[in-house]
């Protein structure tokens, strides 16, 4: 079995059940030694798993399916056997605001559960505005110079704007818990390495468990909040982790449609043929299923 | 007057996008790095063979602003720069932007697309030019980036022989003093003890050092 791993990361509050997988022992403890990698751009661990440089990833649910089906820059047969995180979503609005002057919004990333839940709310307010992308740790300061006027992101980033009195966070009480970030790897490594890809998934659901607990949180921050990882302050990282859902394991066949429906609702994909088979094969419960017995 | 031998032609055939199609007009390239050394020596190799640097920039420095401020067809990104993901969204995102981007590995060959993500350099495309007008431009960013890797791998390594022979420098007069050797013993007991061992001089440096300070 291969033991020796290279997973990507991006500096986000939900990599912490694979950070912890390494700082605390759980991968080691299924015999495996992990590098983390980390990452400073969605597009870079997208590349980084089609190059096979990078054995698995933290990705964005909804970029298994834009690699897959090729919607974006490049197409690799991705597929993902575990859900990292669920929640942690939010949008976050400048103190001045004016959203009746077509706002310029930002998110993380065009084939996120970011943009989708951006555009939505756009569209249930009637808000006509602008949608970018900017990276999150620039996010901040763009509110602050005023070149956007809010933004839909992950934790910590809208704590970190509240934080520093920048932003406003808007309540969006309503949002159902979508399956968010998960465990991505290529079919092909799927298919060469089903033991390790077993001994990783049995790994994170150990360390998800730990890491949902919140009287583990103040540990949880401090190692977080190291340069190597998130870079942030352990306080503004612990609240960032209350957000967020790290039990929802199972990948979800349900909430892939939902993402293949909003990349089609928002014009970045035409109509899929057999839309059901090709995200049963993305999203593998049965897979996940088989790893945890 | 102009003949039309390509099969598909993008858009509306003007003067202008016609001759950048055959090539008749240098490519205009902005650069993206968070290294300025680096950023340096890929603009002066692609300047010399006639390619038009027209900006060179940082991390969060309006990115997108810039590209259609400057009317680029090429974006040459390091890897290690966040703004990746705002290149990405140039396609996706539908705003007015007026020359959609995609990135290069679409039509590149597989093996340029990881001799690139080895080396860390990513590029972007206009949408209309074709691929083979992109691949000089790539393989230059390719080349300086390998070179600057490479460089920079040997002054590390130049930095950690440095660090080395100062601590076999530290753990030899450790041992001089404790056993009241000359500077040849102490330095033929430490090579002794790596062969012995199996273990690098370096290393039974450290140890002797770790060593000296427990035993104050």
Not at chain 2, 79 to 102: A, F
Request: overall charge negative; hydrophobic content about 45%.
């Amino acid at each position: 079995m291969k033991t020796k791993l290279k997973i990507g990361f991006v500096g986000l509050c939900d990599s912490a059940a694979l950070i912890v997988g390494k700082e605390r022992g759980f991968f080691a403890e299924q015999g495996l030694s992990v590098e983390l990698s980390k990452e400073p751009s969605w597009a870079n661990i997208r590349d980084k798993l089609a190059c096979g440089i990078l054995d698995a990833a933290h990705m964005l649910a909804p970029m298994v399916l834009e690699a897959t089906i090729g919607a974006g820059n490049v197409q690799v047969p991705l597929m993902s056997a575990f859900t990292l995180s669920t929640g942690g979503i939010g949008i976050t609005l400048g103190r001045d605001a004016v959203l009746t002057d077509k706002p310029v919004l930002a998110m993380v990333y065009p084939f996120s559960a970011h943009h989708y839940v951006l555009r939505s709310w756009m569209e249930a307010l009637g808000i006509a505005g602008e949608v970018v992308v900017i990276p999150p740790a620039q996010m901040v300061s763009s509110l602050a110079a005023g070149s956007i006027q809010g933004f839909c992101v992950g934790a910590p980033w809208n704590g970190v704007a509240e934080n520093s009195g920048l932003g406003v966070r808007v309540a969006l009480d309503q949002l159902p818990q979508r399956m968010d970030k998960v465990l991505g790897v290529t079919q092909d490594w799927s298919n060469a390495h089903p033991e390790t890809h077993g001994a990783l998934v049995k790994a994170l659901l150990t360390a998800g468990h730990w890491v949902n607990d919140p009287d583990n949180h103040p540990e949880i921050a401090e190692i977080l909040a190291q340069p190597a990882y998130l870079n942030l302050p352990p306080q503004i990282i612990q609240n960032g982790l209350a957000e967020i859902n790290f039990v929802a394991n199972a990948p979800s066949a349900q909430d892939g449609l939902w993402y293949l429906s909003q990349m089609q609702r928002w014009g970045q994909i035409g109509p899929i043929d057999q839309e059901q088979q090709i995200v049963g094969q993305i999203f593998c419960t049965d897979t996940y299923q088989s790893f945890i017995k | 007057m102009y003949c039309l031998w390509f099969r598909a032609l993008p858009l509306i055939l003007t003067d202008w996008n016609f001759s950048k199609l055959v090539g008749l007009v240098t490519l205009r390239v902005i650069l993206v790095d968070e290294n300025a050394d680096r950023a340096k020596m890929v603009q002066g190799s692609l300047a010399a063979q006639g390619y038009d640097v027209v900006a060179v920039l940082g991390s969060g420095a309006d990115l997108s602003a810039r590209l259609v401020a400057c009317n680029a067809d090429v974006v040459i990104i390091d890897m290690d720069s966040p703004d990746r993901d705002i290149l990405e969204s140039m396609r996706q995102v539908g705003n007015e932007q007026p020359r959609p981007i995609v990135m290069f590995s679409q039509d590149g060959d597989p093996q340029t697309i990881k001799s690139a993500v080895e080396v860390g350099v990513s590029a972007y495309v206009v949408d209309n030019l074709r691929p083979e007008r992109i691949k000089p431009v790539v393989d230059v960013a390719i080349a300086r980036f390998a070179q600057f890797q490479s460089l920079r791998s040997e002054l590390d390594k130049a930095k950690s022989t440095l660090a080395e022979r100062k601590l076999i420098e530290r753990a030899k007069g450790i041992l001089m003093k404790r056993r009241h050797c000359d500077e040849d013993e102490a330095f033929g007991l430490m090579r002794k003890m790596a062969m012995d061992q199996k273990i690098r001089l370096a290393d039974v440096a450290s140890r002797i050092i770790d060593a000296a300070e427990l035993l104050g």
